[in-house]
C-alpha cells in the first residue's frame, strides 16, 4: 500500500469531500495564504475558490457561524488552528452547537466539523500544547474523535464531515508529518468504532491519538519479556467503544488508560468508571491511569518533558496492573 | 430618545392597504399573546422564565415584512414577538410554554428557546448576544450556496456589548455577507440603563467602526422600521453586504415577568405607555389614513384573543411529553444505535 503523511491523508479527505458534495466548505485562520501551519490546506484554494476561507482572527465567529452555516443547508468545516483556541468559542461550543439540536426539539441537523489540532509538540508551552478532550467531553451533544495515524485520519475525517451530528476533531500535531499505509481506494472511518492495535492477552491499554504509537513501542518491548499487551486505539472519544473495551478487560482482567491530558478530570476517569460498573468482577487490579501531570505544559524541555507522560510511565503503570515490581 | 434623521426610500406609504393592516394585525396579535403569557405565567399556568416583547411590536413586524420563509432570523430572550412576526403558530408556540409535547421543541426549550425553522426562525437565545454568529452563519450559508437569501439578527442594546458584536460584524463585512443586525434598543438590559452600560450615544453609531451602514430609527414606528429594513434587506440581498439598525423603543415591562423593577419610576413607564405605545401610534396613524375605523380595529383585537385563546386552549389540552423523551434529540440518530451516548 502507498504511504502518506497524516497532513496529506486530511487534505485527500477534505478534497474528496469538497468534490462529493458542494456544500462542504472549510475556513480558519491563515489556510488559504499559508495552507495551515502544517501544510494540511495545501492545494484546496486553487480548487475550490471561496469555498476555503481565510477567517480574521475571530474564534467566536468561526465556532458561532459554523453552527448557523449548518443549520441552513451547508457542512462547514471550521479550523480551530489550534485546540487550545476553543476556549475563546467556549460558549457556541457548548451552548449553542452542543444544545441547539436537544432544546429545539431536533428541528435540524448540526453537520459541522471543528479541527482542532492539539498536543505537545516543541515546547510550545502552556497556551499551545493542550488536549481538551476533557473540556468537552462533558458536554452532552458532541461527537469527539481523534485519529492516531493517516489512514484513521483520513476515514475519520470523511465519516466526520457527512455526519448530521457537530463532530470535533483532535489531530495531534506531532503526527502531522508522520507517514503511514493509506489505501488509494475510497473507504470510510466508523466513528464510535475503536479498533484494536494489537491484541494480546495479559493487560489491556486503552489508548488514542499520539500515545496509541507511544504504547505499542512499550508493548513492543514488553514482549521481550514476556508480557502480553492488548492496544486498544479509540479513535471516537465520545461516545466512547464501550463494548470493545469491556471485552477486552473481560479477557485480559487488567487495564491502564493512556492519554496526554492532564489525569484529573480527564476522559480516563470516565473510561475507568465504566470498567468497575460494568467490569468489576473480571478485573484483577485497579484500572491505572496514565496522562500529563496536573499543571499546565511548561516551557523549558526538562520541565516539559516531566509533566508529559512518558512511555516509562505507561510501562510502570503495566508492570502495576500486573502486580509486579517497579 | 432621538433618533439620527435617516431618509430611506419611502416604501410603506406606498403598501395596499390590505398589508398595512397586516402589519397591524401582527402588532396586535403579538401584543394579545403576550398579554395573555403573562397572565397565565402569573397564575402559574406557565413555569419557567418569560420575558415580554410588549411595547416593541413594531420592530419584529415592520422588520419581518421583508423578508421571506425562506429567509432566516436568530432572536433573542425576547423572542415570542419574533417568533410571531416570522410566521410561527401561536398553538404550537403556546404549547412549547406550557411544556407541551405538542410545542415547536417538544418541551425541550420553552420560551426562551422558541424556535420554528421551517420559517427560518433559527431561534430563541439564552445566551445574550448568542445569535450574532448564527445568522453570520446562515448569511455565509446563503453566499457559498450562490442564493438571495438574507439573515437578520436581533439583539438587545444589553447584547451589543458582547464581543460576538464585534467579531460578526467585522467579519460579515470584509465578506459582505447578506446579514441585517437589528438592533432593540429598548433603553435597559436587565436593570443597566443605556446610557450607564453603552459606550457609544447609539448602538448604531458602532457601525462605523466596521465600514458598514448604520442608522437610528424610531422602534416604536412601524412605518420608519419598515422603509429602513426595506432599503437595508434589499442592498444585502443584492450583495451590498451587512448594515447596522437601531431601533429605538422601550420595555414598558419588567426584564422578566415578576421583575420588581426597582431600576426606574412608576411614572417613566407610565409617559411611554402613555405617549409611545406602537399599536396605538399606528393605528391613529391607519385611521387618519382612512385605512382603518373604530370597526375594524376592534375585530383585530377580537380575532386575535380568539386566536390566543383557542393556542392556549390547545396547548392545555396537549399531553406532557413522556419522561423518557428527554433522551430523544440530542443527535441524528436514535439513541438505540449508540446506547453510549446517553448512558
Ligand atoms: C451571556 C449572558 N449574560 C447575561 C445574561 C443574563 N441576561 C439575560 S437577559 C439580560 C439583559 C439583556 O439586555 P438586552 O440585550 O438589552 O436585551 P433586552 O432584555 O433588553 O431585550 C441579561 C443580562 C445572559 N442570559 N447571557
Ligand atoms: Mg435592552
Known sequence: MRTITFSEATLEAMREEMRRDPTVFVYGEDIVRQGGIFGQFKGLPEEFGDRIRDVPISETAIVGAALGAALTGTRPVADMHFADFIGVAFDELANQIAKNRYMFGGQANIPLVIRAPDGIINQAAAQHSQSVEGWLQNIPGLIIVAPSSPATAKGLLKSAIRLNDPVIYFEHKVLYPQKGPVPEEEYLTPIGKAEIRRPGRDVTIVTYSLMVQKCEEVATELASEGIDVEIIDLLTLKPFDRATVLESVKKTHRCVVAHEAVVTGGLGAEIAATIQEQAFWWLDAPVLRVGAKNVPIPFSPVLEKFVAPQKDDVRRAVYRVLHREV | ?343
Open chain 2, 1 to 343: 430618545m432621538e433618533s439620527t434623521q435617516a431618509v430611506f426610500p419611502e416604501r410603506y406609504i406606498a403598501l395596499p392597504s390590505e398589508r398595512k393592516m397586516e402589519l397591524l394585525r401582527t402588532m396586535i396579535r403579538i401584543r394579545t399573546f403576550e398579554t395573555k403569557v403573562e397572565e397565565l405565567f402569573l397564575n402559574k399556568k406557565i413555569p419557567g422564565f418569560v420575558h415580554l416583547y410588549i411595547g416593541e411590536e413594531a420592530i419584529a413586524t415592520g422588520v419581518m415584512a421583508n423578508l421571506g420563509k425562506e429567509d432566516w432570523i436568530t432572536s433573542t430572550h425576547r423572542g415570542h414577538g419574533h417568533a410571531i412576526a416570522k410566521g410561527a403558530q401561536t398553538a404550537r408556540m403556546m404549547a412549547e410554554l406550557f411544556g407541551r409535547k405538542t410545542g415547536y421543541c417538544k418541551g425541550k426549550g420553552g420560551s426562551m428557546h422558541i424556535a420554528d425553522f421551517s420559517v427560518g426562525m433559527l431561534g430563541a437565545n439564552g445566551v445574550v448576544g448568542g445569535g450574532f454568529n448564527i445568522a453570520v452563519g446562515a448569511a455565509l450559508s446563503a453566499q457559498i450556496r450562490r442564493t438571495n437569501q438574507v439573515a437578520v439578527c436581533f439583539f438587545g442594546d444589553g447584547a451589543s456589548n458582547r464581543g460576538t458584536f464585534h467579531e460578526a460584524l467585522n467579519l460579515a463585512a470584509i465578506w459582505k455577507l447578506p446579514v441585517l443586525f437589528v438592533n432593540e434598543n429598548n433603553q435597559y438590559a436587565s436593570t443597566t440603563p443605556v446610557s450607564y452600560g453603552l459606550s457609544a450615544q447609539h448602538v448604531a453609531d458602532r457601525a462605523k467602526g466596521y465600514g458598514i451602514e448604520g442608522y437610528t430609527v424610531d422602534g416604536n414606528d412601524v412605518r420608519q422600521v419598515y422603509d429602513a429594513a426595506s432599503y437595508l434587506i434589499g442592498r444585502a440581498r443584492e450583495g451590498k453586504g451587512p448594515a447596522l439598525l437601531e431601533c429605538l423603543t422601550y420595555r414598558v415591562k419588567g426584564h422578566y415577568v415578576g421583575d420588581p423593577e426597582k431600576y426606574r419610576t412608576r411614572e417613566e413607564v407610565q409617559k411611554m405607555v402613555n405617549e409611545r405605545d406602537p399599536i396605538k401610534l399606528f393605528s391613529k396613524v391607519l385611521m387618519e389614513e382612512g385605512t382603518l375605523n373604530d370597526a375594524g380595529l376592534a375585530k383585530l383585537y377580537a380575532e386575535a384573543e380568539e386566536e390566543i385563546l383557542a393556542a392556549v386552549a390547545f396547548a392545555e389540552s396537549s399531553p406532557y411529553p413522556e419522561p423518557e423523551e428527554a433522551l430523544e434529540d440530542l443527535f441524528s440518530f436514535s439513541p438505540k444505535e449508540f446506547p453510549e451516548v446517553i448512558a
